[in-house]
């Protein structure tokens, strides 16, 4: 059951801007909804530190409206979960639709509960991770890829001159070639192929 919190004693998440902005479009017309009918889906509040773990925005424009308190619903969680809360919700919420910004989140998620091979922060899961996110686990698996690009292709992929589809294409073309060793005698860091002549295959230098 949602409370009326003072705006006093809330406090922004000390890494909320780390995330990515709402446009001012967006912004403006949630203002205006807010101003004519309220906040309709409480803030969340966790009460061990009075952080804003979900609903930064709403808070904002709450102040912006001179309003002096907030319906909120309020968790006790721990500084770990309260992240996760807050980034998940980002996600979800925000609509996101860029899809560095998704992958970076995403990577964000991953690297707190340290998911990798022979890892298993807090028992959390790459499934967990994807469920989390509103995703399957192949897209989520796929979205994570985009974060293996080089800068300049990530660059591309966030100004929609590269689609995501082909970056995470691209990505997984160049782990599978950095996961296979070269032919013996040809030292690591060449560029090397294996063509085929008369149904054999043949080693060649570049």
């Given at each position: 059951?949602?409370?009326?919190?003072?705006?006093?004693?809330?406090?922004?998440?000390?890494?909320?801007?780390?995330?990515?902005?709402?446009?001012?479009?967006?912004?403006?017309?949630?203002?205006?909804?807010?101003?004519?009918?309220?906040?309709?889906?409480?803030?969340?509040?966790?009460?061990?530190?009075?952080?804003?773990?979900?609903?930064?925005?709403?808070?904002?424009?709450?102040?912006?409206?001179?309003?002096?308190?907030?319906?909120?619903?309020?968790?006790?969680?721990?500084?770990?979960?309260?992240?996760?809360?807050?980034?998940?919700?980002?996600?979800?919420?925000?609509?996101?639709?860029?899809?560095?910004?998704?992958?970076?989140?995403?990577?964000?998620?991953?690297?707190?509960?340290?998911?990798?091979?022979?890892?298993?922060?807090?028992?959390?899961?790459?499934?967990?991770?994807?469920?989390?996110?509103?995703?399957?686990?192949?897209?989520?698996?796929?979205?994570?890829?985009l974060?293996?690009?080089?800068?300049?292709l990530?660059?591309?992929?966030?100004?929609g001159?590269?689609?995501?589809?082909?970056?995470?294409?691209?990505?997984s073309?160049?782990?599978?070639?950095?996961?296979?060793?070269?032919?013996?005698?040809?030292?690591?860091?060449?560029?090397?192929?294996?063509?085929?002549?008369?149904?054999?295959?043949?080693?060649?230098?570049?």
């Amino acid at each position: 059951m949602s409370t009326d919190i003072a705006l006093t004693k809330l406090t922004p998440h000390p890494k909320n801007d780390q995330l990515p902005a709402v446009d001012a479009a967006t912004y403006a017309a949630m203002k205006e909804d807010i101003a004519e009918h309220g906040i309709l889906h409480p803030v969340t509040v966790n009460a061990r530190t009075w952080h804003i773990v979900m609903g930064h925005r709403r808070v904002q424009i709450a102040q912006e409206l001179g309003w002096e308190s907030v319906p909120a619903d309020l968790i006790d969680v721990d500084d770990t979960e309260e992240e996760r809360l807050m980034i998940a919700d980002n996600i979800l919420r925000r609509q996101i639709d860029k899809p560095m910004d998704k992958a970076k989140l995403l990577q964000w998620l991953k690297d707190l509960y340290d998911i990798g091979p022979g890892k298993h922060g807090k028992s959390f899961k790459m499934n967990d991770l994807a469920q989390s996110a509103g995703m399957s686990e192949p897209q989520a698996r796929r979205t994570l890829a985009l974060n293996k690009l080089i800068d300049p292709l990530q660059a591309m992929v966030s100004a929609g001159t590269l689609s995501a589809s082909t970056g995470q294409a691209r990505s997984s073309e160049k782990i599978s070639k950095e996961a296979q060793p070269p032919p013996h005698g040809v030292p690591w860091g060449f560029a090397w192929k294996l063509p085929r002549v008369q149904g054999k295959r043949k080693t060649t230098i570049n």
